[in-house]
């Protein structure tokens, strides 16, 4: 069974950074990608970011380039995203999914597995 577990949300204050971690188990895929996603009070679920597992090639929305930035734990099969200069807007419910048909794109609709998601709540 797929599992996507997701950790390390929180209350900051802008500015502020935090790291999400979404530890993947209970797969076999040869080729797939991890993405990251939000979704805010009355949005729609947003695309943020995705890394590829075969070269761990990332992809960022343009909200959050140069601002986030995915890494991955082989090891711990886990993929991290540590999030800088954290603005108000950033505020939603963050899940990490999985998708294992190409080709890799940031549309929530392409991903089969969700994790259950974590709250990040960025003060002003």
């Known amino acids: 069974e797929v599992q996507l577990v997701e950790s390390g949300g929180g209350l900051v204050q802008a500015g502020g950074s935090l790291r999400l971690s979404c530890a993947a188990s209970?797969?076999?895929?040869?080729?797939?990608?991890i993405g990251w996603f939000r979704q805010a009070p009355g949005k729609e679920r947003e695309g943020i970011s995705y890394m590829s597992s075969s070269d761990g090639s990332t992809y960022y929305a343009d909200s959050v380039k140069g601002r986030f930035t995915m890494s991955s734990d082989n090891v711990k099969n886990t993929v991290y995203l540590q999030m800088n200069v954290l603005k108000p807007e950033d505020t939603a419910v963050y899940y990490c999914?999985?998708?294992?048909?190409?080709?890799?794109?940031?549309?929530?609709?392409?991903?089969?597995?969700w994790g259950q998601g974590t709250q990040v709540t960025v003060s002003s």
């Open positions: 209970g797969f076999t895929f040869d080729d797939y990608v």
């Open positions: 999914a999985l998708d294992f048909i190409p080709p890799w794109i940031l549309s929530a609709a392409e991903y089969v597995y």
